[in-house]
C-alpha cells in the first residue's frame, strides 16, 4: 500500500525565488510519484513544467486573497443582533 511522503516533501512558500519555488516543487511532484501515491489535484497540480506551475502558483495567490478580502468584508458586516437594533 503507498504511503504518502510528508517526511520528504520541500516547502515551496511565497518566500522564496521563483527559481527555487520551481524546483521543490517539481520535487515533490516526483516524490508523491515514486512513493505510488497519486497527485492529489484538489492541492497540486501534477505537472513538471515551469509554466503550468507558476501558473498554478499565480491562480493559487488570487485565490487566497480573493478569500482573504471575502473574510474582511465579512467581519465588517454588523452582526445580525445589531442589524435588528436588538441588545446583546
Known sequence: ????????LLKHGPELPMEER????QHNIRTIRASGCAVPTTAL???LE????EL????????????NRAIRGL???PDDDAAKG???
Open 75 to 77: 467581519a465588517q458586516l
Open 1 to 8: 500500500m503507498a504511503r504518502w511522503p510528508k517526511e520528504k
Open 22 to 25: 520551481f524546483r521543490r516543487y
Open 86 to 88: 436588538e441588545p446583546r
Open 56 to 67: 498554478w502558483f499565480a491562480d493559487s495567490a488570487f485565490r487566497i486573497d480573493r478569500i
Open 50 to 53: 515551469p509554466a503550468v506551475i
Open 45 to 47: 497540480v501534477d505537472s
